[in-house]
């Protein structure tokens, strides 16, 4: 069975920094794309960042760029995304999902909460 | 940059009603994948490359379209069905993914 679990999330002051990991199992991690997606309270999922096989190649939107940074560890099938210089925007659950081909998540973990307020 | 546009934005079904959901993009794109939420949980990935049901969908679901209008389709309302669909999309060039803002679906 895929399993994706996230941790690393909590209240965190705007301007400070944050980093999220996800655990894998249950598939061969180092075959697959991986890649973040949040939903803010209340609101729809945004993509928000995606990682190659190797972690050579990496992919964000303009609304994270600079600021995030998705990475991978293969040997311990993880996932993490460092977050600077963050917003109070940038409060939402944070989802760790799996790529499948044709840009399809298509499987995702149970989620983060990121809250960034003074 | 694609932008997918859902409507409507909520609806209310009966139990044995048909359902149609409709994600629109603003350019073309070979595909459309479809997520469905309950509340308080993950999304779950539902129908990908417009019209393959993801494993354990019932098959009172089903996709179609092309172009720049593809659809999602409740051949009858069943009370477990109460979700929010978000229709998805990616590209190489610019390499992204892209959300619609979701359709809310309830139980009338």
């Known amino acids: 069975e895929v399993q994706l679990v996230e941790s690393g999330g909590g209240l965190v002051q705007p301007g400070r920094s944050l980093k999220l990991s996800c655990a894998a199992s249950?598939?061969?991690?180092?075959?697959?794309?991986m890649a973040w997606v949040r939903q803010a309270p209340k609101k729809g999922l945004e993509w928000v960042a995606t990682?190659?096989?190797?972690?050579?190649?990496?992919y964000y939107p303009d609304s994270v760029k600079g600021r995030f940074t998705i990475s991978r560890d293969n040997a311990k099938s993880s996932l993490y995304l460092q977050m600077n210089s963050l917003k109070s925007e940038d409060t939402a659950t944070y989802y760790c999902?799996?790529?499948?081909?044709?840009?399809?998540?298509?499987?995702w973990g149970q989620g983060a909460s990121v809250t960034v307020s003074s | 940059e694609i932008v997918l546009t859902q409507s409507p934005t909520t609806m209310a079904a009966s139990p044995g009603e048909k359902v149609t959901l409709t994600c629109r993009a603003s350019?073309?794109?070979?595909?459309m994948h479809w997520y469905q939420q309950r509340s308080g949980t993950s999304p779950k990935l539902w129908i990908y490359?417009?019209?393959k049901l993801a494993s354990g969908v019932p098959n009172r679901f089903s996709g179609s379209g092309s172009g720049t209008s593809y659809s999602l389709t409740i051949n009858s309302m069943e009370t477990e069905d109460a979700a929010t669909y978000y229709c998805?999309?990616?590209?190489?060039?610019?390499?992204?993914?892209?959300f619609g803002a979701g359709t809310k679906l309830e139980l009338k």
């Open positions: 999902a799996r790529r499948g081909t044709g840009y399809v998540m298509d499987a």
């Open positions: 249950g598939f061969t991690f180092s075959n697959y794309y």
């Open positions: 990682i190659s096989t190797s972690g050579s190649r990496t």
């Open positions: 350019s073309s794109v070979s595909y």
């Open positions: 490359e417009t019209s």
């Open positions: 998805q999309q990616g590209s190489s060039y610019p390499p992204m993914n892209t």
